[in-house]
Nanobody
Framework: QVALVESGGGLVQAGDSLRLSCAAS????????MGWFRQASGKEREFVAA????????DYADSVKGRFTISRDNAENTVYLQMNSLKPEDTAIYYC??????????????????WGQGTQVTVSS
């Protein structure tokens, strides 16, 4: 079993920054690509960012490109999401997830098999 635990969410003002963390259990963290998704109230879950198992490649939703950065520390079994220049439309529950086996980054929730419980990010205007 794999457990993913997100932290770092909170209430901030527009223009502020937050760094989300996702701590993973298990010895195989470094062999899987990871992703961040978010779900706003009344909306479907949407892709935010993903990173390959070695950290060499990443992908972002157009809505966060240039503002968010995904990274990982395989020695600490942790993946991060640095969020800068936050906007009210970034308000959502943020989830980290483990990509199913495969080298290709994915933006599709169905391609991820383990999910954290989520952390709330609220951005006030």
């Amino acid at each position: 079993q794999v457990a993913l635990v997100e932290s770092g969410g909170g209430l901030v003002q527009a223009g502020d920054s937050l760094r989300l963390s996702c701590a993973a259990s298990g010895r195989t963290f470094r062999t899987y690509s990871m992703g961040w998704f978010r779900q706003a109230s009344g909306k479907e879950r949407e892709f935010v960012a993903a990173i390959t198992y070695g950290g060499s490649y990443s992908d972002y939703a157009d809505s966060v490109k240039g503002r968010f950065t995904i990274s990982r520390d395989n020695a600490e079994n942790t993946v991060y999401l640095q969020m800068n220049s936050l906007k009210p439309e970034d308000t959502a529950i943020y989830y980290c997830a483990r990509r199913k086996s495969g080298p290709v980054l994915s933006t599709i929730p169905q391609d991820y098999d383990y999910w954290g419980q989520g952390t709330q990010v609220t951005v006030s205007s």
